[in-house]
């Protein structure tokens, strides 16, 4: 009896003073084995398991429980940490007042990055934010993506803190661990560890602690590359960064966007050199249309070993060249694909096309600098590959044929630009196919014709890593063909107001692609409720007759359709003597949202270059004359460019327009120029051309 009560206290005392962190494992005197989280209840236990219902087992039937929870305060005076303390106590002066545009402020946002003799490295981060609004919330739910092989991620803490000061612990077993790419065998290097922080809410601060454990850094273009952002969109009260390196060993970094008093101390101490970047009362960013890049706006730190380019090059031409194989099989289809061609450029479609259609593209997370390439002649196996991956495939079947074919490395321009002082693999995140050294090739093809380059791809800093002297060229623009969209729509109008209408649109460059994607895989009626929608935007009252479309599959052609719509309330009656008539504000109009401040904070970034020309003829009643037409229109700042003409003849009026982005990023001191540009282009989609009865 004594040990029953003895056993019960213990238990009792176990299960009030340690809350969950880990499952507890519950053995029977019949040898079961029982794994989930125990709490006491009448004459027994209670166990949650992860594969069945809440059980009840009885005091009688235990043999021993075993506790393999750690303990985890409840309250911020248990955790005995200072520091915490302080913030808490600072925190009780940030409010949604203070900060209307902010979701969270950041206490600290600190980072610790060790990079150790035996090259190893950690870096441990700790974040700790108070939430002012509902959006803020989201910032709970965290999830990072590791390398299984090189990389560790641990979860030092995790803990919610009530204005009370009470903690709301993350336990061990709501961290979910899963395969990134469980469907691709090929990918299955990247795990995801992810996790939401318990009773987040409106005042609440966040506390959240991670290390990630780094298992060789010295292979060559490994990270030793680190990269340090002070500040996400969010204000900031403090953000520091702390690099802690061998006294021997040479490392770079580099300071963007900081004061010029940064880093704010270098010691050395016991054989390490220690350095620390710190900024403070960081402003939020609000975020305004067509931004630059985060690379480009945000104060980061840069570190990592220096490497020129022609060791980059090398060292990637090396990882790849003895990886590429052709086996019998894609010998034998290379020799099909190419058998009735005529020159270089036919043989490089056929095997670009191929790929395009028959090899899936997967994707992956892009990281060259731990990029060792599948054998092509795996990929053409499985029939899969990510971009890396089909790009040397391409590479290795044009080179097959006889051609001639390379691979390039780049950055986007919209993700930032690169400094070619600081070379850095880890800079670049796209790759390319170069053959005959003209034509530029994108590997992940499905929906890209021949040599069009997405237009994130284009403008961009992208090396050649087959030059004999690796330098930064620039991704071609408009090549082969420019990245337009042509609308024209004949309009006939019938004296009762009642009109039909006949829509052609093309789509050429990059533009024909981005068509493609969202129209190619629908079902027939799915891909009729899609025309159906352009012609209800067209005109009210829209009743489509019938449309066309260009074969979607087809990769050498451009992207065309036609509509066929009729309405019996196009044009507007005004008693017995007026028509009104409104030019398709579809084809007229034009989003204004992005100009509507009088002032902006960045500068103007567009995503890609682009031309779009709209041509409306509109037939009109035999015995109605013009007593209205709009006027035309022409601005250019040199870097948006609008035309509009509106003419008349007989019994037409032709109503064109012509809207250019010519250059990727506008200066802030343009911005009035570019929004009278806009808004004056939007306006037409307003403007009436007024008939009158003979």
């Given at each position: 009896m004594k040990a029953k009560i003895f056993f019960l206290l213990v238990l009792l005392i176990i299960l009030f003073t340690l809350p969950y962190s880990y499952a507890d494992v519950v053995r029977l005197k019949n040898n079961d084995v029982i794994t989930g989280n125990v709490s006491l209840k009448n004459n027994g236990i209670r166990i949650q398991t992860d594969y069945s219902d809440l059980l009840f087992i009885n005091f009688n039937k235990i043999k021993s429980i075993d506790f393999t929870r750690k303990y985890l305060p409840s309250t911020i005076s248990e955790t005995g940490d200072k520091q915490l303390l302080e913030l808490f106590n600072k925190s009780k002066t940030i409010t949604e007042d203070i900060y209307p545009n902010a979701g969270y402020v950041y206490l600290l946002d600190e980072g610790f990055y060790q990079i150790n003799n035996d090259n190893t490295a950690e870096y441990t981060e700790r974040m700790v934010y108070k939430i002012l609004k509902e959006r803020g919330i989201e910032e709970a739910n965290v999830l990072r993506t590791f390398d299984k092989y090189d990389e560790e991620v641990n979860i030092i803490h995790a803990r919610a803190i009530s204005p009370q000061g009470d903690l709301a612990n993350l336990r061990d077993d709501a961290i979910k661990v899963t395969d990134r790419y469980a469907n691709y065998p090929l990918y299955n290097r990247l795990y995801n560890k992810q996790f939401s922080v318990p009773e987040v809410k409106q005042g609440t601060i966040v506390d959240i602690k991670i290390q990630t454990k780094y298992k060789n850094i010295k292979k060559f273009l490994k990270p030793t590359g680190f990269l340090f952002y002070f500040r996400s969109q969010e204000p900031a009260l403090l953000s520091t960064l702390t690099l802690k390196y061998p006294e021997k060993q040479k490392i770079h970094f580099k300071n963007f966007w900081l004061s010029q008093n940064q880093p704010l101390w270098a010691k050395k101490e016991k054989g390490w050199n220690i350095v620390k970047w710190e900024m403070k009362n960081m402003e939020e960013i609000i975020s305004e249309s067509f931004m630059p890049p985060y690379r480009?706006?945000?104060?980061?730190?840069?570190?990592?070993?220096?490497?020129?380019?022609?060791?980059?090059?090398?060292e990637l031409r090396n990882r790849i060249e003895t990886n590429i194989t052709i086996s019998p099989e894609m010998n034998k289809k290379i020799s099909y694909l190419i058998r009735n061609t005529k020159n270089d450029t036919e043989k490089a479609r056929k095997i670009y096309n191929f790929i395009a259609g028959d090899i899936r593209d997967v994707n992956t997370i892009i990281d060259i600098t731990n990029y060792y390439p599948t054998k092509p002649s795996v990929i053409f196996?499985?029939?899969?590959?990510?971009?890396?991956?089909?790009?040397?495939?391409?590479?290795?079947?044009?080179?097959?044929?006889?051609?001639?074919?390379?691979?390039?490395?780049?950055?986007?321009?919209?993700?930032?630009?690169?400094?070619?002082?600081?070379?850095?693999?880890?800079?670049?995140?796209?790759?390319?196919?170069?053959?005959?050294?003209?034509?530029?090739?994108?590997?992940?093809?499905?929906?890209?014709?021949?040599?069009?380059?997405?237009?994130?791809?284009?403008n961009s800093p992208f090396i050649n890593i087959y030059q004999k002297k690796p330098q930064i060229e620039i991704s071609p623009v408009n090549s082969p063909e420019p990245n337009t969209i042509k609308d024209s729509c004949l309009i006939t109008i019938k004296e009762d107001g009642s009109a039909k209408l006949r829509v052609d649109a093309e789509y050429k460059g990059s533009k024909s692609a981005g068509f493609r994607e969202w129209y190619k895989n629908l079902k027939p009626v799915e891909r009729k409720q899609g025309f159906e929608n352009i012609a209800a935007n067209i005109t009210k009252g829209a009743e489509m007759?019938?449309?066309?479309?260009?074969?979607?599959?087809?990769?050498?052609?451009?992207?065309?359709?036609?509509?066929?719509?009729?309405?019996?309330?196009?044009?507007?009656?005004v008693g017995d003597k007026y028509l009104l008539i409104q030019i398709p504000s579809v084809y007229s109009s034009m989003s204004t949202g992005y100009v509507a401040k009088e002032d902006r904070k960045f500068d103007i970034f567009y995503d890609e270059l682009l031309s779009r020309e709209t041509t409306v003829i509109i037939n009109l009643p035999s015995n109605y004359n013009i007593t209205y037409i709009p006027s035309g229109y022409y601005e250019t700042n040199g870097y948006i460019e609008s035309k509009i003409d509106i003419t008349k003849g007989g019994d037409k009026v032709k109503f064109f327009r012509k809207f250019s982005i010519n250059k990727q990023l506008v200066p802030l001191k343009f911005y009035s120029s570019l929004k009278r540009i806009v808004e004056n282009t939007g306006r037409y989609g307003g403007e009436r051309i007024i008939l009158e009865k003979m």
């Amino acid at each position: 009896m004594k040990a029953k009560i003895f056993f019960l206290l213990v238990l009792l005392i176990i299960l009030f003073t340690l809350p969950y962190s880990y499952a507890d494992v519950v053995r029977l005197k019949n040898n079961d084995v029982i794994t989930g989280n125990v709490s006491l209840k009448n004459n027994g236990i209670r166990i949650q398991t992860d594969y069945s219902d809440l059980l009840f087992i009885n005091f009688n039937k235990i043999k021993s429980i075993d506790f393999t929870r750690k303990y985890l305060p409840s309250t911020i005076s248990e955790t005995g940490d200072k520091q915490l303390l302080e913030l808490f106590n600072k925190s009780k002066t940030i409010t949604e007042d203070i900060y209307p545009n902010a979701g969270y402020v950041y206490l600290l946002d600190e980072g610790f990055y060790q990079i150790n003799n035996d090259n190893t490295a950690e870096y441990t981060e700790r974040m700790v934010y108070k939430i002012l609004k509902e959006r803020g919330i989201e910032e709970a739910n965290v999830l990072r993506t590791f390398d299984k092989y090189d990389e560790e991620v641990n979860i030092i803490h995790a803990r919610a803190i009530s204005p009370q000061g009470d903690l709301a612990n993350l336990r061990d077993d709501a961290i979910k661990v899963t395969d990134r790419y469980a469907n691709y065998p090929l990918y299955n290097r990247l795990y995801n560890k992810q996790f939401s922080v318990p009773e987040v809410k409106q005042g609440t601060i966040v506390d959240i602690k991670i290390q990630t454990k780094y298992k060789n850094i010295k292979k060559f273009l490994k990270p030793t590359g680190f990269l340090f952002y002070f500040r996400s969109q969010e204000p900031a009260l403090l953000s520091t960064l702390t690099l802690k390196y061998p006294e021997k060993q040479k490392i770079h970094f580099k300071n963007f966007w900081l004061s010029q008093n940064q880093p704010l101390w270098a010691k050395k101490e016991k054989g390490w050199n220690i350095v620390k970047w710190e900024m403070k009362n960081m402003e939020e960013i609000i975020s305004e249309s067509f931004m630059p890049p985060y690379r480009d706006i945000n104060p980061r730190v840069q570190i990592g070993d220096s490497f020129t380019y022609e060791e980059i090059c090398k060292e990637l031409r090396n990882r790849i060249e003895t990886n590429i194989t052709i086996s019998p099989e894609m010998n034998k289809k290379i020799s099909y694909l190419i058998r009735n061609t005529k020159n270089d450029t036919e043989k490089a479609r056929k095997i670009y096309n191929f790929i395009a259609g028959d090899i899936r593209d997967v994707n992956t997370i892009i990281d060259i600098t731990n990029y060792y390439p599948t054998k092509p002649s795996v990929i053409f196996k499985e029939k899969y590959g990510n971009q890396l991956d089909r790009a040397v495939l391409l590479m290795s079947m044009l080179r097959g044929a006889g051609l001639n074919a390379t691979l390039a490395f780049g950055r986007p321009l919209i993700t930032g630009a690169i400094d070619k002082q600081f070379p850095n693999i880890g800079d670049f995140t796209a790759i390319a196919v170069i053959v005959n050294n003209k034509d530029w090739l994108y590997p992940g093809a499905e929906y890209y014709s021949y040599g069009i380059l997405p237009s994130f791809y284009q403008n961009s800093p992208f090396i050649n890593i087959y030059q004999k002297k690796p330098q930064i060229e620039i991704s071609p623009v408009n090549s082969p063909e420019p990245n337009t969209i042509k609308d024209s729509c004949l309009i006939t109008i019938k004296e009762d107001g009642s009109a039909k209408l006949r829509v052609d649109a093309e789509y050429k460059g990059s533009k024909s692609a981005g068509f493609r994607e969202w129209y190619k895989n629908l079902k027939p009626v799915e891909r009729k409720q899609g025309f159906e929608n352009i012609a209800a935007n067209i005109t009210k009252g829209a009743e489509m007759i019938n449309y066309t479309i260009s074969d979607l599959g087809n990769l050498d052609e451009p992207v065309k359709y036609s509509i066929d719509i009729k309405t019996n309330s196009f044009a507007s009656l005004v008693g017995d003597k007026y028509l009104l008539i409104q030019i398709p504000s579809v084809y007229s109009s034009m989003s204004t949202g992005y100009v509507a401040k009088e002032d902006r904070k960045f500068d103007i970034f567009y995503d890609e270059l682009l031309s779009r020309e709209t041509t409306v003829i509109i037939n009109l009643p035999s015995n109605y004359n013009i007593t209205y037409i709009p006027s035309g229109y022409y601005e250019t700042n040199g870097y948006i460019e609008s035309k509009i003409d509106i003419t008349k003849g007989g019994d037409k009026v032709k109503f064109f327009r012509k809207f250019s982005i010519n250059k990727q990023l506008v200066p802030l001191k343009f911005y009035s120029s570019l929004k009278r540009i806009v808004e004056n282009t939007g306006r037409y989609g307003g403007e009436r051309i007024i008939l009158e009865k003979m």
